[in-house]
């Protein structure tokens, strides 16, 4: 079980995103946060490290007004691609109901952006790109509490850091130039001696003000179930859901231009996973999920595609 927590702390990570609600995104993204066993911290201590890449190609078209960088723009496209690095430290604890855990994500992002902007009367096609590291994302503890064998919870608060570049007016930025910070919940249930895992996170991810343009991203609360079976083969394949749900309006100028761009959006679709374990202690595991948005209001729609690759040493 070690080795799936590595992957599982890298699913509160999300789609590290070019915008935050103030650009029709977020810092997560429908059905992408959830990964196996998110409620279990295994009792073995230890370092384990996961690597992630999430492609994400979304648009807000219909000549629909978005809020970002400071303007407001037409006719948004964004296509982003993100890679993280997560290092997480299991505490020695020993076993018991209680276990715990500290991680940080090193992630890198390379956002490109296309939209239309009003100069003057007239408006004229912009396409920005961008690359380089992303803000820097931890949670000083994690906590999981062992109901029984096959039930379990875990607890935690994620702060994003606004480490990376920011600059207003831009279209693709490195950063969001905002902390943020997620209490979230993961629940983690086993059936059939194991085979089959039923696991859920929720959280809300609370924004700071963007000084640099003026605007406050209303409060956005987002939930990610997940189903697998798994063979002996070590093969595993199931789906997965996500609602995100913003619970508050964005408040600044801009924001009150547009009514408060409050937003939301479902998804769903299908995920495999595969495990190798090359001892007790030692394995590598993949897991791989693609989701289709729908039902999406005053936020990007598109298709996230989502690979976590997870070592335990």
Not at 49 to 62: A, F, K, P, R, T
Not at 197 to 213: P, Q, R
Request: hydrophobic share 40%; aromatic share 12%; with cysteine.
């Amino acid at each position: 079980m070690k080795g799936r927590f590595a992957c599982a702390l890298i699913a509160c990570l999300g789609l590290g995103s070019v915008h935050a609600t103030e650009g029709a995104m977020g810092r997560s993204i429908t059905g992408s946060q959830i990964t196996p066993y998110v409620g279990i911290i295994p009792p073995t201590p230890g370092l384990n490290v996961s690597v992630s890449y999430i492609n994400y190609d979304g648009d807000i078209g219909h000549s629909r007004q978005v809020p970002i960088a400071g303007t407001a723009a037409l006719d948004l496209h964004a296509k982003i691609d993100l890679f993280a690095a997560t290092f997480a430290y299991i505490w020695d604890t020993g076993k018991g109901r209680w276990n715990f855990a500290s991680m940080i994500t090193v992630p890198y992002i390379r956002p490109t952006a296309r939209a239309s902007l009003a100069v003057g009367e007239a408006q004229r096609t912009v396409n920005d790109r961008a690359s380089g590291l992303f803000d820097l994302y931890f949670a000083p503890v994690i906590a999981s509490y062992h109901v029984s064998e096959v039930e379990h919870w875990s607890f935690g608060v994620y702060v994003y850091a606004p480490t990376a570049d920011y600059q207003k007016g831009r279209l693709a930025n490195k950063g969001l130039n905002v902390w943020t910070y997620s209490p979230a919940v993961g629940y983690t249930h086993l059936f059939n001696k194991g085979t089959l895992e039923f696991s859920g996170l929720a959280g809300v991810d609370f924004y700071s003000k963007n000084h640099a343009t003026d605007y406050q991203n209303g409060s956005v609360f987002r939930l990610d179930l997940m189903l697998m079976q798994r063979t002996p083969s070590g093969w595993g394949f199931g789906a997965v859901a996500g609602w995100i749900q913003q619970l508050e309006d964005d408040d600044g100028p801009t924001a009150d231009r547009l009514g408060g761009f409050s937003g939301h959006s479902m998804g769903v679709g299908p995920a495999i996973a595969y495990k190798k374990s090359f001892s007790k202690e030692s394995s590598i595991d993949f897991t791989l999920r693609w989701v289709k948005e729908f039902d999406v209001k005053n936020r990007l729609e598109g298709e996230p595609l989502v690979l976590n690759v997870a070592f335990a040493f």
